[in-house]
Each structure stands twice: as C-alpha cells, then as structure tokens.
C-alpha cells in the first residue's frame, strides 16, 4: 500500500509504502475510532436514560401519593361531616317526637277537661283521611330539603303546643269557674223545710229572723258542697251544733250546720259536690236537717238565689 502526502508550502509531493503489518494497523485504527466514539456516545445515553427513568417515577410517585393522601382526608371531612349531620337529625327528631308525645297528652287531657265523648277525639291513632280520587293539579311532589323541612315541623309544632296549652288553660279557669259558681242544694235527697228571713221560732213561738234556710233529710244521709272551696271551720258550735264553713273567694262563704258528724277539716280544699258532712240533728234543731247559709262579704243573704241557679 502506498501513500502519496503533498506538501502546501514547497509543492512537493512525497510517496510512503506500507507494508501488510502497517496496512492492518492504520486500518484497526481508522475503523476503530468510530466505532469507540459511537460506543461511548451509546453508553452515554443509555446511561442518561436510566437516569431520567429513575427521576421519573419517583417524582409521579410522590405525586401519587400526596394526591391520594388529600382524597382520604377529604373523605374523612365528609364521613365526619354525615356523621354530626345524623347525629343532629336523630337528637332532632328525638325531640320532635317527645313534643309529640307531649300533645298527644295535652290533647288527652282537654277531652277529659271538655267532657267530650269517648273515642271522639282519639290522640292514639293517626287521623282518618280519603275520598275518592281525583283530578291531578300539578306535577308529583318534590321533597324539599330535609334540613328545611325539619324546621318547618318543628315551628308548626311549637306553634300547636301554644295554641293547646293556651286552650288548656282558658278550659282550666273555665272549670274552676265553674267550680266556684256556687248553686244547687247542699243535700242529695230532701226538701226546703224553712226559708229565709222572717219566719215564726220553732221553739220560743215568736217571730224572729232566720239567716239561713233549713232542708230536711234522712239522719246520716250526705251534706254536698255547693262550690269548690277551701274549708275554714269544722267545729261545733253555739247553736249551730257540727258546722262546717267552706270559704269560695270572692267574698263567697257557704256553712252547713246540725250535722251529726263533719267529714273534712280546716284547711282541706272541696270540690263542688263534695261529700262534707253527715245529716244530723245537733244544736238548737228539732230534726235531721241541714241548715245552709250564704254569706257574702260578710252578710248574709238569701241561698234562695244561689240554690235556683243553673249549674254552668
């Protein structure tokens, strides 16, 4: 193999033969250069590849991670959030259902107050609704929402359980009012045997003011109130024998006397029809009769007026 190699400053051209050792090294040397730099750039980038991969995956990992630890604590926000919110409906309606219970009493209560008819109001079962079917108003009913809605039940209630208890307690006077109303007979059985005023004395002949009316009945047989009352005298007395004398307010008192024994005691509270005494004969009395006076503000007047009256 020969070389020819020209020189550029003199022109001159030189010629250099190579043997077949020479040939085979300058080749090793030509192709091997390539092949080394082509080595080295492969490793190179592989090397780098290995690199970004490794950097990749830890990256997308951490981001994995953090976004799936703020999904699991956004769901423990929620699952805490249902859990108070249920816990509220529950103590909600826990409580809408004992004022329930509550009115259902009240409402008890004021048929019993107003005397009406058994099974006329019967708070235990729902009421009675139906007729037939008929022509469709409107699109089907959309729940609003629940929260809302529980208000809105919980107003109408309280609104309910005012109106009752204002309608329990006008029913309540109304009933101690009548109570009060002082009228009727303080006997079950008997007659007026004497009235009230002038009258001729039993015993002297001579005429002389009676205070008070006189009822005959059978000995033993019941003394009534004829108010609801609180009793201030149950004692024996100068001709009044057993007496017992019941005060109704509003300067209202009521006394039965000649009774052959007194059931209640001072202080005790009466209901109007009240058993109070026993018909007797004790006193200044010629028989088994009560005598029955009516005082008011202190003087005494006629029970002519209170007996004849209408019960309320």
């Known amino acids: 193999m020969k070389i020819i190699i020209v020189s550029k400053q003199h022109g001159q051209a030189r010629s250099v033969t190579l043997s077949g050792w020479t040939r085979a090294l300058l080749s090793v040397c030509l192709l091997g250069i390539p092949v080394a730099a082509g080595g080295l750039l492969g ?38 959030q249902a859990q ?37 109001f019967d708070f235990g079962q729902p009421p009675a609704l139906g007729g037939p079917e008929g022509e469709m108003l409107g699109d089907p009913y959309t729940a609003p ?21 204002m309608l329990d307690q006008l029913m309540v006077k109304r009933k101690l009012q009548d109570d009060v109303f002082i009228a009727g007979r303080p006997i079950t059985k008997g007659w007026m045997s004497s009235r009230f005023g002038r009258r001729t004395d039993p015993f002297t002949g001579r005429v002389a003011y009676h205070a008070g009316v006189d009822f005959a009945a059978k000995e033993g047989s019941e003394v009534v109130a004829v108010g609801a009352g609180v009793v201030t005298a149950a004692i024996e007395r100068h001709g009044y024998g057993y007496m ?5 307010g509003g300067g209202i008192v009521t006394r039965y006397a000649h009774n052959k024994e007194n059931l209640v005691k001072v202080g005790d509270v009466v209901k109007k029809g009240q058993i109070i005494a026993l018909v007797g004969s004790t006193g200044r009395s010629t028989g088994p009769h009560v005598h029955f006076e009516v005082h008011k503000n202190g003087r005494a007047v006629d029970p002519a007026t209170y007996i004849h009256r209408a019960s309320r």
Not at 44 to 67: C, G, K, M, P
Not at 97 to 104: F, K
Not at 105 to 120: D, F, W, Y
């Open 43 to 80: 490793y190179n980038w592989l090397s780098d590849r290995d690199t970004r991969s490794d950097i990749f995956t830890a990256e997308t990992r951490a981001a994995w991670e953090a976004a799936l630890a703020e999904q699991q604590a956004q769901v423990k926000q929620v699952s805490e």
């Open 244 to 248: 017992v004398e019941i005060n109704h």
């Open 145 to 165: 929402d629940f929260i809302n809605v529980i208000d809105q039940l919980s107003q109408q209630i309280e609104n309910r359980e005012q109106q009752l208890a």
């Open 84 to 120: 108070s919110q249920v816990a509220a409906l529950t103590l909600r309606v826990a409580e809408l259902q004992a004022r329930l219970m509550r009115l259902d009493a009240l409402g008890e209560h004021l048929t019993v107050v107003a005397n009406l008819e058994e099974g006329e």
